[in-house]
């Protein structure tokens, strides 16, 4: 999927809205702390970290999407943001400097082709006694990227088989639940569609 092509218009009212949920129930399932470093993996134009903005003492946002990274920068510029950056890095590619005491990560997770990587190196990432936080689709049956021909990622994933993998990498403490449902149209047909938080602590 050509992220770039999105980056302008993506910041519609149902993610935006969705957005706002989805940071509540990051809230929710680990602790907050003002002296925390964060990462988000797959930004996109930074509306989860926008609203945990006052939560952490620094954000760093990643994605590989170019217009994704100039949306989030044009913001950090207009609003005079100053414990946040945005970096296009390819993760399995480019090694990150840093690391943090939260990770999070929305909606991102489905398009990673190699889950068990992924979440190693976010393990490798995070400081001892600290957290990731992954929210993404329930097992749905292919509709969801249907009309999307260069999908390559997950249908969703079971919440179950998501938790062995974070126990198998070393994470403690997993839990998980499904804590949002909502529809998505496509081609005049509404698809019902369902997303499941799921944390781990290092």
Not at 22 to 35: F, G, Q, T
Not at 89 to 107: A, R
Not at 122 to 129: A, I, R, T
Request: with cysteine; hydrophobic share 35%.
């Amino acid at each position: 999927m050509n992220f770039d092509k999105y980056a302008k218009e993506w910041d519609n009212e149902a993610r935006i809205n969705r957005a706002s949920l989805i940071v509540e129930e990051i809230k929710k399932a680990i602790p907050l702390d003002k002296s925390y470093s964060a990462m988000e993996f797959g930004c996109g134009t930074g509306l989860i970290s926008f609203n945990l903005q006052n939560e952490f003492k620094r954000i760093t946002l990643v994605d590989a999407s170019e217009g994704m990274i100039e949306v989030v920068n044009s913001k950090i510029n207009r609003y005079k943001v100053d414990n946040m950056k945005a970096k296009k890095l390819d993760i399995f590619k480019e090694p990150l400097k840093e690391k943090y005491d939260v990770i999070y990560t929305s909606m991102v997770l489905h398009h990673i082709e190699d889950t068990k990587k992924i979440v190693k190196i976010f393990y490798d990432y995070l400081n001892e006694g600290g957290y990731l936080c992954i929210v993404d689709l329930n097992t749905e049956d292919g509709s969801f990227h249907a009309s999307e021909k260069d999908f390559h990622g997950h249908n969703g994933f079971d919440q179950e088989e998501f938790k062995k993998i974070l126990m198998s990498t070393g994470f403690k403490k997993t839990e998980s639940k499904t804590f949002f449902e909502d529809k998505k149209n496509m081609a005049g047909k509404d698809i019902e569609y369902s997303l499941f938080i799921l944390k781990g602590e290092k």
